[in-house]
C-alpha cells in the first residue's frame, strides 16, 4: 500500500487500449503518472472494437459481462464529452446460426432471466430473415456496439501528449533497475508494462502465458449490404459508414507480424460471400497482432520477484470491453491493495515462475 504522505508516481510502457485505459484511472485517482510509446503498436487501432455480451461458439455470456458492460459504456462516453468526438456507437448485431443445435440453445436461454437482456426474443422476421444467406434462422444481440478505434486512440494519445503525461520514445530495459523501480535515474511506485503482444520479449514477465496472435481484416464497399446491425457467422461485417464494412477476422497463432497475407484475404472475402449475396470491393487489409492467453484471461498483477513491476496486458479479443473496469479494479489495486479477480491475477502462474 501507498503511505498518504507519500505522492505516488507511475510510469506505463505502452500507449494502446491498455496503457490509456490505465492511465486516464490513474489521472482520475489524481494520481501522478508518465506514459512512455513509440507510437508503433497498431493493433489496438486496427481491431474492429466491437463490444458483444455473449459468446456465439457455445451461446454463453462473456465473461463478468453484467459488471463489464455498463463501466465500458460510461468511460467511452464520459471520454467523449471530455474529448468533443464519438467513440461509442450502438448497433445491433444479428447472429445467423450455424446449425440447428445453436437455434435452439438461443430459443431456450432468450427467456432466462440472466440471458434476456442480451438476446432478443426470436419472432418470425429473425426466422426467416431475407437479408443474408441463412439456412438455421437468426438471432439479434442486444446491448452491443462498436468503438471507433482509430479515433478513440488518436484523440487519447493526443490528449496524453498536449497534457505532458506522453514520453514519445522507446523504452529499454537496460536502463531500468527492477529492484527500485527506477527508469532513466527517475523513481517510481510501479512500472506498469502495456505492451500488448510485445510483451512476449519481456524479460521479467516472459514466463507467462502470452501468446501473439495475427488478425487480419478487410475494408469492403457495397451497395448492397443493409447498414443497420453487425451481420455474424464464420466472420463479421460491420457497417462503417459510406457503404463500407469491416470484415473480420482471422487468428494466427503465434504470428507476432503483421505481414498480409492472401490466403487470409481470400478466406474473408469466402466467409463474407458465404453470409451475404452481395458484390463487394475490397478496398483495404490490414492486419494487428493481438495478445491472447491460453486460458482466455487477461494478465494483471504483481511480478513475484520484484514488486515494483506490473502488469496489465493479454486483452485479447473483447479488450474494448474489459479494458474500462478492469483499468479501475487495477489501479485500487495498486493503490489500495484492495485483491483482484483471481481469475486475471496473474498469481495464478507463480509455478511457472519458480519451474523457470
Known sequence: MIEKNNKPKFLIVGAGLAGICVAKRLHENGIDFKIIDNGLNESSRVAAGVINPLVFRRTTKSWRVDELLPIAVDFYQNLE???????????????????????????????????????????????????????????????????????????????????????????????????????????????????????????FFNYLPLEATKGEILTVESTQIADNELLNRKCFILPIGNKQFKVGATYTWRSPNTELTEEAKTLLFEQANSLVDAEMKIVQHQAGVRPTVLDRRPLIGTHPKYSKLKIFNGLGAKGYMMAPLLSEEFVSNLVTESPLDKEIDIERYRKRYIQE
Open 81 to 203: 464529452e471530455l474529448w468533443g468526438n464519438k467513440y461509442y456507437e450502438p448497433i445491433q448485431i444479428r447472429r445467423a446460426f450455424s446449425h440447428l443445435q445453436e437455434r435452439e440453445t438461443w430459443i431456450e436461454r432468450q427467456n432466462w432471466e440472466d440471458y434476456s437482456p442480451y438476446m432478443k426474443t426470436i419472432d418470425d422476421l429473425d426466422t426467416n430473415f431475407d437479408g443474408l444467406k441463412n439456412t438455421f434462422g437468426t438471432g439479434v444481440v442486444l446491448q452491443t456496439a462498436y468503438i471507433h478505434t482509430d479515433a478513440f486512440l488518436t484523440d487519447a494519445r493526443n490528449w496524453f501528449k498536449n497534457n505532458q503525461f506522453l514520453i514519445d520514445a522507446t523504452f529499454d530495459f537496460k536502463e531500468m533497475d527492477a529492484q527500485t523501480g527506477t527508469f532513466q535515474g527517475e523513481k517510481y511506485d510501479s512500472i506498469i508494462f502495456c505492451e500488448g503482444y510485445r510483451g512476449i520479449e519481456n524479460p
